[in-house]
């Protein structure tokens, strides 16, 4: 039996005294099973409520509700008129933490995650959705009575760098309803990137492979503490608080980055390690639209996840936010460039961000940049790097976009609706592009 946990410390504000919250996400099999026992062994201690959504049957508009304190579970069915995540999250979970921490002998608060809720989209919606209705509380966000502690994932060492490399619906695992968009890939690596902790089960995994995942995970969780589990059951109350209590004081703790916070985070490690990389990308000139979406099949192949911004010649005013896992990729809008902004509009803007943007600023295109960072588990950044710079205008386009914008206008322009791939019917995504959020939280 072997438990090693890395990196870490934290400090608690005891100023605070909103309820704390752990989330607690995995993907169906193992690392289910292990979000079960890390969510069984918390219920033990004193003052913690476990909540668990099963969204098994949420197609037919049933969830089932399990509510588990020390010595006691409780599972209550409910019925939604609408069978959706959004719903099951407004009409009763949101509701319930409000609830729970009202109550005194509530210390903490436990969320066991259904794999189809994503802790970054619960986190928004505590923030941000008003909750009305609660007795003997004013109407407003759950996040005045809860705090988020933790995020803590559950990772299945044999099989997690394939789900979030592959290009598999969430709907064909049978883990969404069939109008569900999302792809394992897009939920394995968001898990990842959101959390403040994880806990890898590496039973049956070789020596080659885990220095693999070892080495993506470093990558996109750099400051996120480890605990490597050959054996489940040893992970107990003392193990499991020891990784808490290991997280960063600056972990991210349910914070929603928007697309110009920092890329890279954390400080991950910049070399190349089993065959892991992670690729910078930048640009003081704009794609051409037609080449970059040639150009984007480089990032389907050996690659984990891309993401960042993107100046487009044919849009010059708006910021284009990427970002892909595994076999799909996103674009969407994530507001406009400063320079395209009043004076009024800049003052309104976050001063990191304009701040960054003074140290940059150019003459002639202000802070219109491309900035990308790609993590390659099994490709060549040498021929990552060469596609995006072919994608890139040329010198005489470059006049053009300075020029005759009018010009530039007229080129044939993908990304017009924005874009998902692998490519949709134009007429479904023109249709759908209205109603689809992406993952920084702007409309795509």
């Known amino acids: 039996m072997k438990i090693v946990i890395e990196r870490g410390t934290r400090v608690l504000d005891q100023s605070d005294r909103r309820t704390p919250v752990v989330l607690l996400a995995g993907f169906s099999g193992p690392a289910m099973t292990g979000v079960e026992h890390i969510a069984a062994t918390l219920s033990e201690d004193a003052g913690t409520v476990v909540v668990h959504h099963d969204l098994a049957e949420l197609r037919e508009g049933v969830v089932r509700r399990t ?46 995650l259904d794999p189809a809720i994503e802790a970054e989209a619960l986190c928004h919606a505590i923030d941000t959705v008003e909750v009305t209705g609660v007795a003997d509380r004013v109407d407003g966000p759950a996040s005045r009575n809860v705090r988020i502690e933790a995020t803590l994932t559950c990772l299945d060492g044999q099989q997690w760098l394939a789900d979030a490399t592959g290009d598999e619906a969430l ?36 020596a080659l492979d885990r220095g693999r995942l070892r080495a993506v995970l470093a990558r996109m969780a750099p400051a996120a503490p480890v605990a490597w589990l050959d054996e489940l059951p040893a992970f107990d109350a003392m193990e499991i608080g020891a990784l808490l ?18 890329l890279l985070r954390g400080q991950p490690p910049l070399t190349t390690d089993c065959g892991v990389a992670l690729i910078e990308f930048a640009a003081r000139r704009p794609f051409h639209p037609a080449r970059l979406h040639e150009a984007l099949d480089v990032l389907f192949d050996g690659v984990v996840t891309a993401r960042g911004r993107i100046w487009l010649a044919t849009q010059p005013d708006q910021v284009v936010w990427l ?12 507001g406009r460039w400063l320079a395209a902004m009043s004076a009024e509009e800049q003052a309104d803007a976050e001063p990191d961000r304009r701040a960054m943007a003074a140290l ?51 080129w044939e322009d993908p990304f017009g609706e924005w874009h998902e791939d692998p490519c949709a019917d134009s007429a479904e995504a023109s249709a759908a592009a209205s109603e689809r959020i992406n993952p920084r939280g702007e409309t795509a």
């Open 67 to 112: 509510v588990r304190t020390a010595g006691t579970v409780t599972t209550t069915v409910l019925e939604l008129a609408h069978g959706c995540v959004s719903c099951t999250l407004r009409a009763d979970l949101l509701p319930m933490l409000c609830t729970l921490a009202a109550r005194e002998q509530v210390r903490r608060i436990v969320l066991a």
């Open 171 to 206: 709907a064909d695992r049978g883990l969404a309803a069939a109008d569900d968009e999302r792809t394992v890939a897009q939920v394995a690596v968001g898990q990842v990137d959101f959390a403040d902790a994880l806990v890898v089960l590496t039973a049956g995994v070789d």
């Open 245 to 262: 209590t290991r997280i960063p004081a600056d972990a991210r703790r349910g914070r929603i980055f928007g697309a110009h916070a920092p």
């Open 323 to 334: 970002e892909s896992a595994g076999g799909g990729l996103r674009v969407g809008g994530a």
């Open 360 to 410: 940059r600023w150019d003459e002639r295109f202000g802070d219109r940049d491309v900035s990308l960072v790609i993590l390659a588990h099994d490709a060549d950044p040498a021929e990552i790097r060469h596609a995006l710079h072919w994608a890139l205008v040329e010198d005489d386009e470059l006049l053009l976009v300075d020029r005759a914008p009018e010009r530039v206008a007229l």
